[in-house]
């Protein structure tokens, strides 16, 4: 098979009598070219230089008991795919989750594979083996002047691993990264806001979510952010906006009536905020987070002066 480098070719040759063998190579240039001596039954890399080429061998990594062997398997057999839909490794039948780590390992060895790496990264987080991860993710891009778009996934990976070990001053670089390679990079923009929240720096989350809604609209995700950083920089009016917008469209969305009445008692707005956690009871009798801040409203609307 060939690598994401061009100038790279890796070839495992059936073992032989003689021991070695001669191949014929065809350059991504259309140079030809017949290396003598290629180790038989060993996992050779043929790398051309400025020099000239070279040949580099190794044994056969071991495949573990139940990874499928033998003709290749159709176009519709099960695969692993990376996050863009891109096939790496296609199965004759289900492989199970030792296998697939196997390969995962196996194949992301490899520099001219970071989005192995990637995949490898994620599904050590899947198994919170977080700092494994971290490691991972570091290999897919230390190191290389070739970073592009691309490699946004990386970083975002990166950042999660932070995340996960509790060190979002790191996270936050980390997205940034992601998004100054990909400025399209929607989850990056979104977790970059989530960073810039938990750090309590509203202003910059809105204009980070504001980069989400560039590229996906209106979601729910991007409003029910929009409302909560809006709330927490203390500009209600934008939070009104854009929940006055969601709730035109979704009048019966009770998770967020609760969550622009938490904006209105944030700014002191008692009664709006008590009018939003009715309406959202009336809508969701048990939803005991409207009930827990209804009770608490009514609380503070209790004690305050003008009730007294």
């Known amino acids: 098979f060939q690598s ?3 100038t790279d070719v890796h070839v495992s040759l059936p ?7 001669e191949l014929k190579v065809v350059w991504p240039d259309g140079t030809e070219e017949t290396i003598a001596d290629v180790p038989a039954g060993q996992l050779t890399t043929l790398q051309r230089g400025a020099d000239g080429s070279s040949v580099d061998s190794g044994p056969l990594p071991n495949w573990p008991d139940g990874a499928s062997t033998g003709a290749a398997p159709g176009a519709e057999g099960p695969a692993i795919k990376t ?3 891109d096939v790496l490794r296609r199965f004759r ?16 060895s490899e520099r ?14 899947d198994a919170a083996r977080y700092r494994d991860a971290l490691a991972i993710f570091r290999r897919a891009v230390d ?3 070739d970073l592009s778009a691309a490699d946004a996934p990386a970083f975002e990976g990166l950042a999660r691993s932070h995340v996960l070990l509790g060190r979002i001053d790191l996270a936050e670089a980390a997205y940034q990264r992601s998004v100054e390679l990909d400025p399209d990079y929607a989850i990056g923009h979104f977790n970059l ?8 720096r509203f202003a910059e989350a809105i204009d980070a979510l504001k980069e989400v809604q560039r590229l996906e609209g209106d979601s729910d995700r991007v409003v029910g952010a929009m409302v909560e950083n809006a709330g927490g920089a203390g500009d209600t009016a934008l939070a009104r906006e854009y929940a006055g917008r969601w709730l035109a469209k979704y009048p019966k969305d009770a998770a967020m009536l609760v969550l622009v009445g938490k904006v209105e008692a944030r700014a002191k707005n008692l009664g709006a905020a008590k009018e939003h956690f009715e309406a959202a009871l009336r ?13 608490l409203t009514l609380k503070l609307l209790a004690s305050s002066p003008a009730a007294k």
């Open 4 to 6: 994401q480098i061009s």
């Open 143 to 145: 190191g290389r002047n």
């Open 112 to 125: 001219a594979y970071p989005h192995l790496l990637i995949e490898h990264g994620r599904a050590a987080l």
């Open 283 to 295: 809508l969701e009798p048990r939803n005991t987070e409207a009930q827990a801040a209804l009770a």
């Open 93 to 108: 039948s289900d492989p199970s989750p030792e296998v697939r780590a196997a390969f995962l390992a196996l194949a992301s």
């Open 193 to 200: 806001a989530a960073a810039y929240a938990h750090q309590g």
């Open 83 to 85: 996050e863009d839909g």
């Open 15 to 21: 073992s032989a009598e003689s021991g070695s063998a």
